[in-house]
């Protein structure tokens, strides 16, 4: 009995052992994953890039006997020249907004001062009836919000114009990635056999599969985000076009791309309208920029599991889980994350490395 019981514990100790070294490996692969990724991030737009334009280049050669070379450069420059209309287009119209809202920032101020002295001589007959300490504390409170609300917009114009001084580091990001994007979609199939050259050889087959369940995934993923762009860009254009804005196409299209930022999404754009609508006593177009941005958040959060498992071959409650489990350990971050997280998960039960990781453990 007393060697059975010995047994166990040392079983157990060693369980205790082999997990806590487990975690500690997963934490730092993930963070030596993490900190590859950031200073590889060029290559690896350019790598999915180049694994994108594979099938139409693979077209223009068979049909139109083209060079690699040629369909490369044409591929290249097709992706080059759609990016640069996208950013032209959403740059022009938020700089137009931004030029109009610095331009109304005085009369914004005075507003304010205005509505909440008017706040303020309304509330007079129920201040009466409060201690003066009290009075002289929520004016002071009331006060102190206004000179908050009134520094609020100029500082955020001071930070979205301080986003500039980023330029230059993001052209020279786009130039690698464009140059980058050339180099690999020629030579493809000879980077792919340099990378399966550096492999030990019993880690080729399992690894093959582990990157084309990734890649497969990253294709969903890219589908599910464009599906879900393209369907609150078109309910964005049609609640401007209810309210009577201008420019419906262009702030529904800049919404829609937006709309891939975690958490926010929309808001980047729609919250700021709707706040300096509010403060200018345009209620109707504000509580309507209120209203799109929730249909928004509630399509997204509704679409994203459904649409994210027909595309990668996931149930849409684990992807929900992982969601939310990634939303808890990293924040808005952790919505792209999770479902990552869950992908390599589900390559690796694939390949069987989950199972020898158990086998091992349980040893």
């Known amino acids: 009995m007393y060697m059975h019981n010995n047994t166990t514990t040392v079983r157990l100790i060693r369980l205790v052992l082999k997990s806590a070294l487990l975690l500690a490996a997963l934490y730092l692969g993930f963070r030596l994953v993490v900190m590859a990724f950031i200073l590889t991030s060029p290559f690896v737009v350019a790598g999915a890039l180049a694994l994108a334009h594979e099938p139409p280049m693979r077209f223009l050669e068979r049909r139109l006997k083209l060079t690699r070379s040629t369909t490369a450069m044409i591929m290249v420059s097709v ?3 759609i990016f640069a209309v996208v950013v032209f287009a959403i740059g022009a119209g938020i700089a137009a907004e931004m030029t109009h809202l610095v331009a109304r920032l005085p009369h914004i101020e005075m507003i304010l001062r205005e509505r909440s002295e008017g706040f303020t001589i309304a509330l007079q007959g129920l201040f009466s009836l409060l201690p003066s300490q009290l009075v002289g504390n ?14 609020l917009l100029p500082n955020m ?12 580091q993001a052209l020279f990001f786009v130039i690698i990635v464009i140059v980058a ?6 030579d493809l199939d000879l980077w792919r056999a340099r990378v399966i050259a550096l492999l030990p050889e019993h880690t080729v087959e399992p690894g ?20 879900i762009m393209s369907v609150n860009a078109v309910v964005v ?23 891939i930022l975690p958490v926010l999404g ?18 109707v177009l504000g509580i309507g920029l209120l209203v799109i941005f929730g249909l928004t958040s509630v399509m997204r959060n509704a679409l994203t ?9 996931i149930d849409p409650l684990a992807i929900l889980a992982a969601m939310y489990a990634g939303l808890v350990l990293w924040g808005a971050l952790g919505l792209i994350v999770g479902p990552i997280a869950l992908v390599v998960y589900v390559a690796l039960v694939e390949v069987g490395v989950v199972a020898k990781v158990k086998k091992w453990l349980l040893r």
């Open 138 to 151: 929520i004016n002071g409170t009331a006060e102190a919000l206004v000179n908050r609300i009134s520094l």
């Open 181 to 186: 994007t050339f180099f690999l979609s020629r």
């Open 305 to 313: 599991p459904v649409v994210l498992s027909e595309n990668i071959g």
């Open 208 to 227: 093959l599969k582990i990157v084309a369940r990734l890649v497969g995934a990253l294709i969903g993923w890219i589908k599910t985000q464009i599906i």
């Open 266 to 283: 929309p808001g980047t754009i729609l919250l700021p309208w709707a706040a300096y609508s509010l403060l200018t006593a345009d209620y």
């Open 237 to 259: 254009i049609f609640g401007l076009s209810l309210l009577g804005t201008n420019f419906i196409v262009l702030i529904g299209i800049a919404v829609g791309i937006f709309d």
């Open 157 to 168: 114009v001071v930070a979205i114009l301080g986003l500039a001084t980023l330029l230059p």
């Open 79 to 81: 992706s080059a020249a």
